[in-house]
């Protein structure tokens, strides 16, 4: 099952990582704990390491059995290594090891050494819905506001009006929607889309978050395709691996497709990317957090102007890209049916 937090602990403070997880769980956040979501006849380091590969945050129980315990540092080496954010959460006076202190000598710490331990664990709750917010993981904290579209983003971006659209996922094997408007791509065969279930059609804009726990994810969206694959007469803007990428039909064909490659500084370890793609007439913009990144004209006889949006990754890219709070706006012709 999909999981936001991985709990890490010593056996001996069992009971206060059991409370941990009931009050995160009561708030709608999914954790992973072992031994509880160990499978039976598993391999119990590799399922370990899966599951902190796979989590947006990781809290560690701190006390003086955790500081010690070469199980639990080897965990938080692994949530470091892939750059996966860390709340330590101290429930004694107890100061780090050399070993755990040259993992979190640099974190903020949450104390939990006086009672009662529920004001903490709310402490904790807040902190865990305030790190989702930022990842674009919706939570009870944050799924009633309504969000406010900045006028500097897109030459375009003050017309029509937002609204959100769904995906249909293709095999749940290698996609997951842990919560409505989130998509995952949890595997790297190639040409894994996730198709729009409505057609778009025109002048639009497209609105999403886009993160991953790999450094050098790359993500793509492709505009008018036919539900299916790569189309000829779709559009394609692809950020990551160092570059900016707009193409046309395919990403493959090594350069004939391209419209614009240009270098870019592009690193997704603890950072959400705003994404805002927008097609006027017969030009095509992408912007990052509000910076224009990429821009091109291209000829209105080799673009479809209608078709569906897919959400795909790189075929060689091993680990998950998620894609969340995706609108899109009519900026011409409306939304087909």
């Known amino acids: 099952m999909a999981h936001d937090v991985f709990v890490s602990y010593s056996n001996k403070d069992k009971p206060v990582a059991d409370a941990v997880v009931a009050r995160l769980e009561n708030k709608g956040i999914r954790c992973w704990i072992a031994p509880r979501d160990v499978p039976p006849g598993y391999d119990w380091a590799s399922i370990l390491v899966n599951a902190i590969d796979n989590s947006l945050i990781f809290v560690l129980v701190l006390s003086k059995y955790s500081n010690i315990s070469k199980q639990v540092i080897r965990e938080v080496a692994e949530a470091v290594e892939m750059g996966i954010p860390i709340i330590p959460l101290r429930i004694e006076d107890i100061e780090p090891t050399q070993a755990m202190r040259y993992y979190i000598k640099s974190l903020h710490w949450l104390d939990a ?38 006028q500097k983003q897109g030459s375009s971006s003050v017309m029509g009006e937002w609204r959100t659209i769904k995906f249909n996922i293709p095999n749940v094997k290698l996609w997951r929607q842990p919560a409505d408007g989130i998509y995952i791509s949890v595997t790297h065969p190639p040409d894994t889309i996730a198709w729009s279930e409505e057609i778009v059609e025109g002048d639009i804009s497209i609105s999403l978050n886009v993160a991953s726990q790999e450094k ?81 004209f291209f000829a209105l006889s080799e673009v479809n102007r209608r078709g569906r949006i897919g959400l795909s990754k790189t075929w060689e890219m091993l680990g998950d890209v998620t894609y969340s709070n995706i609108k899109i706006k009519s900026l011409s012709c409306g939304l087909g049916e």
């Open 216 to 296: 050098d994810a790359e993500c793509q969206v492709i505009v008018y395709g036919n539900g299916m694959g790569f189309t000829q007469g779709s559009l394609l803007f692809t950020f990551g691996k160092g570059y900016y990428k707009l193409e046309k039909h395919s990403t493959y064909h090594q350069g004939e497709n391209w419209l614009v490659l240009t270098a870019a500084n592009v690193d997704f370890r603890n950072h959400v990317y705003s994404v805002l793609i927008e097609i006027v007439g017969d030009k095509a913009s992408l912007y990052l957090d509000g910076e224009k990144v990429a821009s091109t």
């Open 113 to 150: 050494m006086s009672p009662p331990l529920e004001k903490h664990l709310g402490e904790l709750t807040s902190s865990v819905q305030a790190l989702l917010s930022v990842k674009g993981k919706p939570s009870e904290a944050t799924v009633t506001v309504v969000e406010k579209t900045t």
